[in-house]
Nanobody
């Protein structure tokens, strides 16, 4: 069992930055692929970024590429999402998730955090 706790959300003006963190419990964090997803009001949950278990491979949704960076520190059992040049349309609840295997599909993710709210004002 893995527990995930996100933090770092908040209110920021357009063009600003936030860094989200996701702390994981358990001793097998380094074996999981990790992902960030988001759900905007009235919309479906969507993929944002993912990172391989070692941190060597990352993948981003097209709408965030170049603005967001996913990283992880396996010694701290934590995955991060650095978000720059934020836009009002980035407003959403952001979730981190852990995949025991794979990570390329939504259904691969076995564990989810409760989410952290990000609000970008114009």
């Amino acid at each position: 069992q893995v527990q995930l706790v996100e933090s770092g959300g908040g209110l920021v003006q357009a063009g600003g930055s936030l860094r989200l963190s996701c702390a994981a419990s358990g001793r097998t964090f380094s074996s999981y692929a990790m992902g960030w997803f988001r759900r905007a009001p009235g919309k479906e949950r969507e993929f944002v970024a993912r990172i391989s278990s070692s941190g060597g491979v990352t993948y981003y949704a097209g709408f965030v590429k170049g603005r967001f960076t996913i990283s992880r520190d396996n010694a701290k059992n934590t995955v991060y999402l650095q978000m720059n040049s934020l836009k009002p349309e980035d407003t959403a609840v952001y979730y981190c998730a852990a995949a025991v295997t794979g990570g390329g599909r939504y259904s691969d993710y076995d564990y989810w955090g409760q989410g952290t709210q990000v609000t970008v004002s114009s």
